[in-house]
């Protein structure tokens, strides 16, 4: 996590930001990347607060806030090498896939409101790619993950596969592709004894576990290094579930120059263990992009 230094640099963050989104519902329709670069400005929805990935001030800010961390730090650097400012519009992940109603249709297929809107060029918060998701956005992958099972460390003993899971507690956060890997498994797996969804903040699901309202969650390996080590020292990941996943930016259907440029800009700094974005992993990670990569296909 990479701290501010100064209030000056805080006021004037956020006063960016503030800037570079008051043209909000001026659009009738997405931005493409050509107007996106004559504009100079890269506006990008997030999702919440979940250290080391997001932090946003003030705390609980909603809106054009100001927002640092490792998402901010990728961002940030793909935006410069394009020559873009950056602001951010702080929202839930649920917030990302609504429509113009406020309403997030599972099988419906239209632009989510804040693409439509004009308040977001670019989902910067890593989504999985699902079917449900890719009849609203396009998305380029870039993040290798695995999701892992983390529970309180008193209770390891009780967790050694997914069976062990079944008619206990889980918290996930609404929308979240965890979420629907938790109804999957209701709808199969669990289907005689389902677990019952504890619906709370991605960055407090870690910590109820720890405080024991819930018995078990389900987070990004990438998270729970972070979340176990600083956050919550009395949980540990039990195991891993479900495939490999890779964390993904969300844009405009048919934006495909957009996703060349993104896809273009991590095969570049991924070259360079000194590039901006090893150099802010090592920062929040103690491990380069590439040395991440590694671990996470070690997972089973």
């Not at 670069?37 to 997030?46: D, E, H, I, T, W």
Request: charged share 20%; proline share 5%.
């Amino acid at each position: 996590m990479r701290r501010r230094t100064a209030k000056l640099t805080r006021v004037v963050t956020a006063i960016v930001a503030a800037s570079v989104l008051t043209v909000t519902g001026a659009s009738a329709e997405p931005r493409s990347w050509s107007e996106i670069k004559r504009g100079g400005a890269l506006r990008v929805c997030v999702a919440g607060t979940n250290p080391p990935d997001g932090i946003v001030t003030p705390e609980g800010c909603t809106g054009a806030c100001e927002f640092g961390g490792l998402v901010a730090d990728m961002v940030n650097v793909f935006a410069a090498g394009s020559g873009l400012k950056t602001g951010y519009h702080v929202t839930t992940f649920d917030g990302f896939f609504q429509n113009a109603d406020g309403v997030t249709e599972r099988d419906g297929t239209y632009t989510p409101k804040v693409f439509a809107d004009g308040t977001c060029d670019m989902i910067g918060s890593p989504l999985v790619s699902l079917p449900w998701r890719l009849k609203k956005m396009d998305m380029e992958c870039f993040l290798p993950s695995r999701m892992v099972v983390v529970v309180h460390k008193d209770r390891a003993g009780e967790f050694n596969g997914l069976d062990d899971l079944a008619g206990k507690t889980v918290s996930v956060e609404r929308s979240m592709s965890l979420h629907s890997w938790v109804e999957e498994q209701n709808a199969d797996l669990w289907n005689g004894d389902p677990v019952t969804v504890d619906f709370r903040p991605y960055d407090r699901s870690v910590p109820a576990v720890e405080a024991g309202t819930v018995d078990f969650t389900v987070v990004s390996i990438l998270d729970a290094l972070w979340q176990t080590r600083n956050n919550a020292p009395n949980t540990v990941v039990a195991f891993a579930v479900g495939p490999l996943d890779e964390g993904c930016w969300g844009v405009p259907k048919g934006a495909d120059d957009f996703r060349a440029a993104i896809k273009a800009h991590f095969a570049q700094e991924q070259e360079d263990d000194a590039s901006a974005l090893n150099r802010s992993w090592v920062e929040a990670y103690g491990l380069t992009f590439a040395e991440f990569v590694r671990l996470v296909s070690t997972l089973r």
